[in-house]
């Protein structure tokens, strides 16, 4: 969210505030400075409220809990070589201490909110702007009771503001966390102006956001409850959303590439997003040779193979069938490319036993069609062009491909990472030598693998390549209303709307800039599918081509109910340990130590 410079006092009060404060809602011995007169001012209210917009790039979206959580344990993504939190890959000894990113800081914000509802109705602003303020903090209160809902099931539901430390606490029924996201969600769309509106400028939330999570919220509770009306209250909010999409400001690129192209991370496609600018008005971003763990977007970097160490031109195959990289590489590490912090890759292992052995699940099964579907190149860099001059001569004893050369920076490509096999790898394409080095899938592993490149951030100054990303990270893009609303279709049994609404997707990713006008309509007849065609593992499955890394995932799977069995069927890291029990995440002992008086709260089963 974006405020107006008159209001950054009281963001940075509120930021001060907050360093000096309780850190738990359950804390024995609070020290908080935020007390009920805090929001009796616009001043207040207005940076309580960009706190909870701050939360949310400070303990979810772009940072690596949180992404992991979002991604891993699921069909489409395995555990990089550098995986932390392993057990949030496999599930083996995953247990309470594992999954709870952002749980704390959620309540932190819901505190706040809370606060500025409670407090902030006879704030000194004219009606209409104290209403809009207001149904600012009902949509943040209702973002963060549904991301707990989903992750945890039952969680403490709190609607007022708590200055009064406690060591009691209870779960409130699912049910009546939604009943409170639901109410909360209804009235601030009927609150919010049609577009955000100043002081609440860039994707801040606005009337069609709030329906946008309204009918996600509606279409999660039908899965979870198998209530037809949800799913019905679902799809006429996304239609609704799709048929006044001109007066929101919202439509598809063109192009599916150009949804990721930095100069439209806040264009017509995108919804909603978690800022990272570095503008101090909304609040410190600190810089330089970042860390996981901190509250950084590092988005871009988690899928990022070690393409610096990992692309030596000497490279070659062993005797067993692997790669074995050797000698200088062709790249060295920059800001195009990214840094390299190898955490997560594609599901790209052939599958070991049922009815998918053999097959790879990123390339056999999600990103089919490559040929006519511009996502697997838009998303996954299949080249990097080398950045660094190396040579090698003919006579070299390491050199197997029988020629000299000089790999030219900016022109030679150091790393060719086709989806498909390619004869002669590493040192040839065929029969032809090739300067840097070619990794087929069948040399892919947990260490070297396909990149995601649509977050990469090319912005930032050329020495500084580690600093983390200051592009925002865009949490749900117009797409989605699109699938979403074939997905309540497809739970009404209206397969024809189901496809249709699946088909405007696929019809866009059939087009390419560099295709002619012919080229492009063969395209889209080639991705168009029929009514019969849609089941849940073809939504499950496109799903995975469009959001592929985008924190969707795990959530997409709890949703419909299939993470055991679609792990089992695809992800071989984790098919022996998954159980259903693991549609939720733990409550993090940490919360829950600090509940010591009155009934003990209970830990979700299998943690």
């Known amino acids: 969210m974006k405020t107006n410079k008159k209001f950054a006092c009281a963001f940075l009060i509120f930021t001060a505030l907050l360093g000096n404060g309780c850190k738990k809602i359950l804390e024995e011995h609070p020290q908080s400075s935020i007390v009920p007169s805090f929001f009796n001012t616009p001043s207040g209210v207005l940076g309580g409220i960009a706190g909870g ?308 699940y990123i390339l056999d099964q999600a990103f089919v069609k490559r040929d006519v579907d511009s996502r697997y190149e838009n998303t996954f860099y299949t080249a990097w062009i080398s950045n660094v001059a190396t040579a090698n001569t003919a006579a070299a004893a390491n050199n197997k491909r029988g020629i000299s050369y000089t790999m030219v920076p900016g022109v030679d490509t150091g790393i060719y990472m086709p989806p498909f096999d390619v004869a002669g790898a590493p040192q040839f394409v065929g029969a032809r030598p090739f300067k840097g080095i070619v990794i087929p899938p069948k040399y892919w592993n947990n260490n070297i693998f396909p990149s995601v490149k649509k977050f990469m951030d090319p912005s930032r100054a050329a020495a500084n390549f580690n600093d983390p990303s200051t592009r925002p990270v865009v949490i749900w893009r117009f797409s989605d209303v699109y699938l979403l609303a074939g997905e309540a279709a497809f739970k009404l049994g209206d397969l024809a709307n189901a496809a249709k609404w699946i088909n405007v997707v696929r019809q866009r990713a059939a087009y390419r800039k560099t295709n002619t006008a012919a080229q492009n309509l063969a395209a889209v007849a080639d991705m168009t599918i029929q009514p019969s065609d849609v089941t849940l593992d073809f939504i499950l499955d496109e799903r995975s081509r469009e959001f592929f890394a985008e924190c969707q995932r795990w959530l997409d799977l709890v949703r419909t109910r299939t993470l055991t069995a679609r792990v089992k069927a695809w992800n071989n890291e984790a098919a022996a340990y998954v159980k259903d029990e693991f549609m939720l995440r733990a409550i993090p002992q940490s919360e829950i130590d600090l509940v010591t008086e009155g009934p003990k709260m209970p830990q979700n089963p299998g943690y």
């Open 53 to 360: 917009y701050a939360a949310i790039r400070e303990a979810t979206y772009g940072t690596e809990g949180f992404t992991a959580e979002m991604d891993a344990g699921t069909d489409d993504h395995l555990a990089g070589g550098s995986a932390s939190g392993i057990q949030l890959y496999t599930y083996n000894g995953i247990n309470s201490s594992v999954g709870g990113a952002g749980f704390a800081d959620a309540y932190r914000a819901i505190n706040t909110m809370n606060g500025v509802l409670q407090y902030g109705q006879s704030i000194d602003l004219d009606a209409a702007t104290r209403k809009q303020y207001l149904a600012q903090a009902k949509f943040i209160r209702a973002f963060w009771y549904f991301l707990l809902v989903q992750k945890h099931g039952d969680v403490p539901l709190h609607t007022e503001f708590i200055t009064v430390p406690t060591k009691a606490d209870t779960r409130a029924p699912v049910a009546d966390v939604y009943k409170v996201i639901i109410k909360d969600l209804t009235e601030a769309a009927a609150d919010l102006p049609n577009v955000p509106t100043a002081p609440f400028t860039g994707k801040a939330a606005c009337k069609p956001v709030a329906q946008f999570l309204l009918a996600r919220v509606y279409l999660t509770r039908g899965w979870l409850t198998n209530t037809p009306a949800d799913f019905q209250q679902a799809y006429s909010l996304f239609t609704d959303l799709i048929a006044n999409k001109g007066s929101y400001g919202w439509d598809l690129w063109q192009d599916y590439g150009d949804a990721f192209n930095p100069a439209n991370d806040n264009g017509k496609e995108t919804i909603f997003v978690s800022d990272h600018n570095i503008d101090t008005k909304y609040g410190i971003y600190p810089l330089g040779q970042a860390q996981g763990g901190g509250p950084y977007n590092l988005l871009p970097w988690f899928t990022n193979f070690n393409y610096p160490n990992l692309s030596g031109i000497n490279s070659y195959e062993s005797t067993s069938g692997s790669l074995v990289t050797t000698g200088a590489g062709a790249m060295i590490r920059d800001v195009q490319y990214g840094r390299p912090y190898t955490r997560t890759r594609p599901n790209s292992d052939p599958v070991k036993t049922g009815v998918n052995a053999g097959k790879r």
